[in-house]
């Protein structure tokens, strides 16, 4: 299943939407799928946004399936996707996480790999308010001059927990989407010899989408193929193969003695190459960068002109 989250600008103050996407050019509300349903095995509050839907797990999912395939013939209740403007699928999640497991991202960083890199997914946390959708504009932050796109999957949390084991931990996924975590790699180096971060030079721009796909849409999670274009040109290409640690890995480390909440995000790192300063290339203002990732589909952003802020330098 493909859910995303959307606005329809046509309508008086309009409000997220979660919908399901259905093919390349149709969506499926899920407000109006219910309405239409004789007896949906839902409440209203489940489809106030992503995170309380993906929050009832298995049951959801299959309520959903349910759902949907009921209103097959119904086109009457699909709208044009190009008539509605997506949002990153969690807009505000509750937490944001993001993890270094793949050996060749730190190889190629000019990086050497320590010890504790497989003994357990190392992370840091990022800004969970600085969240935006595909199709936008990501600002170039005034007190940088060196900024870069880092190719990622990103995990959803479903139903969440604690001291889950990694069983309990698949389970409590309740997707998948890809993430854009635009990096201001000057200050970012900078700031990281004080061997605290990453803050500034993470924490204006995470961008994700176009949708979220649940995990019975991917055949093998170390198998989903990956490429960044700049302006139409192939810059980066990989896939989730060759990573340390699994979906499920990452989700049971993170709740260890404290809770992972629905809707949370966690990132499981850029693969190798997957960002312009392996290639030492550079992304400029008025760049498109797009990430395209097998079964999930093209997340595209347009880099903006650097602020002017009176502190610029």
Same mark, same amino acid.
């Given at each position: ?5 959307f606005?329809?600008?046509a ?5 997220p ?5 259905l093919?390349?050019? %149709?969506?499926?509300p899920?407000p109006?799928?219910y309405d239409a349903?004789?007896? =949906?095995?839902?409440? =209203?509050d489940d489809?106030a946004?992503?995170?309380a839907?993906l929050? #009832?797990?298995?049951?959801g ?8 395939s009921?209103?097959a013939?119904? +086109?009457d209740?699909r +709208?044009?996707l190009a008539? *509605?403007?997506?949002l990153?699928p969690i807009? #505000?999640?509750?937490r944001? +996480?993001?993890?270094?497991t793949?050996? /060749?991202h730190?190889?190629?960083s000019?990086? !050497?790999?320590p010890?504790?890199f497989t ?7 990022g ?5 935006? /959708?595909?199709?936008?504009?990501v600002?170039w932050p ?5 900024? !870069?796109y880092? %190719? ?6 479903g139903?969440? $927990?604690?001291n ?9 996924? $309740?997707?998948?989407t890809?993430f854009?975590d635009?990096?201001?790699r000057?200050i ?6 004080? #061997?605290?971060?990453p803050?500034?030079?993470? !924490?204006?721009a ?7 796909v649940? *995990?019975d849409?991917?055949?093998d999670?170390?198998?989903?193929n990956? #490429?960044?274009l700049v302006n @139409?040109e192939?810059?980066s290409k990989? %896939?989730?193969? $060759?990573?340390q640690?699994?979906?499920?890995? &990452?989700?049971a480390w993170? %709740?260890?003695d404290e =809770?992972?909440?629905p809707?949370? &995000?966690?990132g499981?790192g850029t693969h190798d ?11 400029q203002p008025? @760049?498109?960068v797009?990430i395209?990732? !097998?079964g &999930?589909?093209?997340?595209?952003n ?7 802020? +009176?502190?610029?330098?």
């Open positions: 299943m493909k859910y995303v989250t606005l329809d600008e309508t008086v103050d309009p409000f939407v979660v919908g399901i996407l093919d390349d050019t %149709s969506v499926l899920l109006a799928a349903s004789d007896e =949906p095995d839902l409440e =209203p489809l946004d992503l995170t839907l929050s #009832r797990g298995a049951a999912w299959q309520a959903v399936s349910e759902l949907v009921g209103l013939d119904r +086109r209740l +709208r044009d008539e *509605l403007r997506l990153a807009p #505000r999640p509750p944001l +996480r993001d993890y270094m793949y050996r /060749g730190i190889g190629g000019g990086m !050497d790999v010890d504790v003994k357990y997914p190392v992370g840091y946390k800004n969970h308010l600085a969240v935006q /959708g595909t199709a936008t504009t600002t005034s007190y940088a001059r060196r900024l !870069d880092e %190719s990622e999957i990103a995990i959803i949390v139903s969440g $927990g604690e889950l084991t990694v069983a309990e931990a698949r389970d409590a996924i $309740g997707a998948i890809i854009n635009f990096s201001a000057d970012q180096f900078e700031e990281m010899t004080m #061997r605290m971060g803050g500034k030079g993470k !924490d204006f995470n961008a994700f989408g176009p949708c979220a649940t *995990l849409e991917i055949p999670e170390f198998g989903i990956m #490429r960044t @139409d192939v810059w990989g %896939s989730t193969a $060759g990573r640690f699994s979906f499920a890995e &990452i989700v993170a %709740s260890r =809770p992972v909440y809707g949370e &995000i966690l499981i190459g997957g960002c312009g300063y392996e290639l030492r290339r550079w992304i008025g @760049d498109l797009q395209q990732a !097998d &999930i589909g093209t997340l595209e347009r880099v903006g002109a650097r602020r002017e802020g +009176r502190h610029a330098n």
